[in-house]
């Protein structure tokens, strides 16, 4: 699965998906509402409009859309409890409570530091289990998370969940995975 980076409107550095500002030192620039892209695949450069210059390779809609095949796709927002345009019903969207930023999900899916889903988010977090917890679409628009035997322990609303045990994800539920926690949009 490609990695999904995001490229500094400022100074065209390409960051990790991730981030909320540019790693590039000297950069401060914020890269919220920015819509990442696959790091082996960019996007064509688009057109600059009247013979200005082209700021390079840019995802190919400003929503943030996922490329056909590719897997999941990091959406930087701009705030939390921002509505996000998805593609196709039955997704589900995490988005983190201290970054804000977004974590598409589009099928059945395991979480955490060695996860299918966020992997270079959730590698920083080492309370995060490397396999913590898996989520499964059961229907059109209907989600579980399931603990793996994670170390610290899954929780949605405040309920710690057994491991091996599915609970159904309701849109506006806060799905905890050891101290990270995040809302659940669903469609």
């Known amino acids: 699965m490609a990695r999904e980076v995001v490229r500094c409107p400022r100074c ?19 890269l919220m509402g920015v819509p990442s892209y696959p790091e082996e695949a960019p996007p064509d450069a688009e057109e600059a409009p009247s013979g200005e210059a082209s700021s390079g390779p840019r995802p190919s809609s400003g929503s943030g859309e996922k490329a056909q ?8 927002a701009s705030r ?38 966020g992997l270079e988010f959730f590698v920083s977090f080492r309370t995060v289990s490397r396999r913590h917890a898996h989520l499964r679409r059961t229907g059109p628009g ?7 035997k994670s170390t610290h322990g899954t929780y949605v609303n405040g309920e710690r ?13 806060i799905l905890k995975l050891a101290d990270q926690s995040f809302v659940v949009n669903l469609t």
């Open 161 to 173: 969940l057994s491991p091996g045990v599915p609970k159904e994800l309701r849109s506006g539920d």
């Open 142 to 148: 209907r989600w579980t998370v399931t603990d793996a």
């Open 12 to 30: 065209g550095h390409i960051n990790p998906a991730w981030r909320n500002t540019c790693e590039r030192e000297g950069c401060p620039t914020s």
């Open 80 to 117: 939390v409890g921002e509505t996000v345009g998805i593609e196709a019903e039955g997704q589900l969207v995490l988005v983190h409570l201290s970054t804000g930023a977004r974590l598409r999900v589009t099928g059945d899916s395991l979480l955490g530091r060695e996860g299918t889903v």
């Open 69 to 76: 095949g590719v897997g999941p796709t990091v959406v930087r």
